[in-house]
């Protein structure tokens, strides 16, 4: 069967775990790493899976673009140059999916949103962050039921899962998070916690979401609603787990998760690493059944 | 004595936590009128600064920590309009506080800020120590739970915070874990590497009973700034209590510039009578430090064991066990839960 040609920008944790994801696709293929370090281990790595890389950045990748037939390129870089990088590939009408927390595209969590981002055939779709995915089906499916006037979420994170790039911009994975609570989420204000724990054996992902709801909240159909959702999003991640919850405390609603990842690139404990390059996956892969059905087709964006 | 001979005439800067750490030992309830009337005495003590914040710092304010009746911006502005000498300074979490807040926390009147990470994860701090800089702050790289890391390692985690800007780096002793030896092994192995002007500090807590004696030794090994706390008003058992610490210090001829007499009777008259439980090493709190939990897991344990029906030093031992760190406050209720599950206290919920 035909499968739709992909790029992956940033060699590290991410987009080397995206190798493997995308190699079990039934309609996606990887077929160029790009990274800007020669020697990096990452590009060595995706050269030993077979993939054709390039040192030079995004600028090493275009002139293959086309002759190569690169439909979809993910981005795992970071938040300040995702949009150089969209901007030269959608001129070739590349669409990108963004793991950055650049979110210049529309902010996506499959199992509530990526059917109407496939309908309206965005050019760049954001992947929010790690948290972001593990968490905002909870809320939503918490606001599905109530209004929620706000959603808070506490992520706690492996040390060893977190590359050098998140650490050092902390902040934009606050803020972007935090929007998604509310934008993606329904819920009217969010916030978004990060804490990074360095135990030894690495502590396996946990995420408590807390919601608090306008009215008392109908805990029947709340828990069946989470429970509906968790479903969903075991669907493209297996290891995403209710630990506790959903616990009822006045009009606060907690759902303690917990994400044990496939163990591909990294082990079992880097569930972020995992939820975050499968629902990149996932959403592509969207994409991909739509192109490869004919029912839509990506343009070259015209930039003014 | 050899230390007294050893330690006169040390200029130590003392950094008072009463409305910060002590805003834990309040479950974050303070009025205005009582961080007023406390930071003016302070001021009125001598004490250069002052640290006033959520408990939990900028960002704190959260379902997960509490929240405080105030926003940071409200208690600090009100604070640093009335200070004569002292700094207000604030504590900033990266994950937790942003940017953005520091930059408010700074316009409402904030000179002086401790970015803290967890002992092993300095590096998610470069951001905000060089945004403080930038802003002029006074700035401290605070490295917490340090009982979980080496020496040397600490060293190297200090060295960063130093390479991102901070002009201090503190050893800080979350769980009120460590004994004399810990903290001088780990001041020493900082000095070691760190530039001549970069300072060090200790922060203490008192689970052990060993907040002045392990203040103390970090002056020994070369410390210059010491967190203290009026009464001792902070998360666990308190941190070391800044009269104590002061009549310690004036004994030993170490010049603190503070007034003794001044500070007992804040102590005494305004801070006592304000705690809503008495802040001293209980079987809780003692757990606390014997076991290496942060010390502001003490007050949500407690809670969680008490509508689940788990002993609270059950709960601490666990989470010490399970190698929680600070922020993860969440998991205090995840973990009563789990137990109670064990125990067939709680019906497991079909997923």
Known sequence: MKKIRCALIGSGNIGTDLIYKIQRSPVLEPVWMVGIDPESEGLARARDMGLKTTAAGVDGLLPYVLEDNIQIAFDATSAYVHAENSRKLNELGVMMIDLTPAAIGPLCVPPVNLRQHADKVEMNVNMISCAGQATIPIVSAVSSVQAVAYGEIVASLASKSIGPGTRANLDEFTYTTSNAIEVVGGARKGKALAIINPADPPMMMRNTISCLTDEEPDQARITASVHAMIKEVQKYVPGYRLVNGPLFDGKRVTVFMEVAGLGDYLPKYAGNLDIMTAAATRTAEMFAEEILAGKIQLKPLEVA | ?351
Request: charge should be negative; glycine fraction near 10%; include cysteine.
């Open chain 2, 1 to 351: 004595m050899s230390a007294e001979t050893n330690l006169k005439g040390r200029k130590v800067v003392i950094h008072d936590m009463s409305l910060r750490d002590g805003m834990h030992a309040k479950r974050e309830q303070m009025s205005i009128e009582q961080m007023l009337s406390i930071a003016t005495a302070l001021d009125d003590a001598g004490v250069p600064l002052i640290q006033v914040t959520h408990g939990a710092g900028l960002g704190g304010n959260s379902l997960q920590h509490g929240f405080a009746p105030h926003s940071n911006e409200e208690y600090i502005g009100a604070v640093a309009a009335k200070m004569k000498q002292a700094k207000v300074s604030i504590l900033l979490i990266p994950g937790l506080g942003t940017m953005k807040e520091l930059q408010a926390a700074y316009d409402a009147g904030a000179r002086s800020v401790h970015v803290a990470t967890h002992c092993t994860e300095a590096d998610t701090s470069p951001q905000h120590i060089a945004f403080a800089r930038k802003l002029g702050m006074d700035t401290s790289g605070f490295l917490m739970m340090a009982h979980l890391n080496t020496p040397e390692g600490l060293a190297q985690q200090g060295k960063l915070m130093e390479s991102y800007g901070a002009q201090t780096v503190y050893i800080t002793d979350s769980a009120g874990y460590m004994l004399p030896g810990d903290v001088k092994a780990r001041v020493s192995a900082l000095r070691a590497v760190l530039k001549p002007e970069t300072e060090i500090g200790f922060h203490g807590h008192h689970n052990m009973g060993m907040g002045i004696a392990n203040s103390i030794a970090a002056i020994e090994a070369s410390a210059t700034r010491i967190d203290a706390s009026v009464a001792g008003l902070g998360a666990g058992a308190g941190n070391t209590p800044t009269e104590v610490f002061v009549a310690v210090c004036e004994r030993m001829g170490i010049e603190t510039g503070c007034d003794l007499f001044k500070l007992m009777d804040m102590a005494e008259d305004l801070i006592v009578p304000m705690m809503e439980h008495m802040v001293r090493v209980d079987r809780a709190s003692l757990t606390l430090g014997f076991a290496g939990v942060y010390s502001t897991f003490l007050l949500h344990a407690k809670r969680a064991g008490e509508r689940f029906g788990i002993p609270a030093r059950d709960i601490l031992v666990e989470l010490g066990r399970k190698k929680m760190i600070g922020g993860q406050e969440d998991m205090i209720v995840d973990t009563a839960m789990t137990m109670a599950k064990e125990r067939g206290l709680l019906k497991e919920v079909a997923a």
